[in-house]
């Protein structure tokens, strides 16, 4: 999944190619809507990533900076990478920084602990509702509740890939079940209105007799 959403969103030309292929020339046109649109949330999850791997990253070099621990690079560059899991990697990226802090004190491990806690917060109230879930066109809930659905379903190694999982399966159930029944609902809609603009009005008045020619 994730090779495919990479090869996608750089190289799509020659895969779009041959999954049109694949389908009737009177599909063609609604399928390669369809590619275009996982094109763009592909392209979108990949600026969100980056741009969240650099926020969550700065967050904890200076938090941990702050706490004076040691090799604060290497643990922000840690916690940069657990990114790809959203809402989760980056609490659980602490375990090394923290397991090593209580190697110093149990008071530099809660320190430290504290400092991935408020990463953690920060980044399920600000950096993936406002960068993810904007780059991706989902709501947040909508991923929050993905990624546990994708961990449930395809197990950890899942959530790495779990927001193209969730933007395809949601792009999917909109162009090929939602899409077309709000179309053939406006369809009939339409009918019925016209329907009912030419049946002719009866308000029960006799048309007055026509005078005879005598």
């Given at each position: 999944m994730l ?6 969103a750089?190289?799509?030309?020659p895969l779009?190619?041959g999954?049109?292929?694949?389908l ?11 590619l275009?649109?996982?094109r763009?949330a ?12 650099v926020?969550i990253g700065?967050l ?18 840690i916690?940069?990478l657990f990114?790809?899991v959203p809402y989760?990697?980056?609490?659980a ?5 923290v397991?090593y ?8 491990g809660?320190?430290v602990l504290a400092v991935?806690?408020?990463?953690h917060q920060?980044?399920g109230?600000?950096i993936?509702p406002l960068v ?8 947040p809930a ?19 890939v ?9 792009i ?8 077309p029944n709000?179309e053939?609902?406006?369809?009939g ?5 016209s329907h009912?603009?030419?049946?002719p ?5 006799r048309?007055?007799?026509r005078?005879s020619?005598?």
């Amino acid at each position: 999944m994730l090779l495919t959403a990479l090869f996608i969103a750089i190289n799509p030309r020659p895969l779009v190619a041959g999954l049109l292929r694949l389908l009737p020339p009177a599909q063609r046109g609604h399928g390669s809507r369809v590619l275009a649109r996982l094109r763009t949330a592909y392209l979108g999850w990949l600026r969100g990533l980056a741009v969240a791997m650099v926020l969550i990253g700065l967050l904890v070099y200076a938090g941990l900076r702050i706490v004076g621990l040691k090799y604060a690079v290497a643990f922000a560059v840690i916690s940069a990478l657990f990114e790809v899991v959203p809402y989760f990697g980056a609490l659980a990226s602490g375990g090394p920084a923290v397991l090593y802090a209580l190697t110093i004190s149990p008071g530099k491990g809660l320190a430290v602990l504290a400092v991935f806690v408020i990463a953690h917060q920060v980044d399920g109230n600000v950096i993936s509702p406002l960068v993810m879930a904007r780059a991706v066109r989902l709501h947040p809930a909508v991923i929050a509740i993905g990624v546990i659905v994708v961990e449930r379903v395809f197990g950890v190694l899942g959530l790495i890939v779990a927001v193209p999982i969730i933007s395809t399966v949601s792009i999917l159930v909109e162009e090929t079940w939602i899409r077309p029944n709000e179309e053939r609902a406006a369809i009939g809609g339409a009918t019925t209105t016209s329907h009912t603009a030419a049946r002719p009005l009866s308000d029960g008045r006799r048309t007055p007799d026509r005078p005879s020619g005598g």
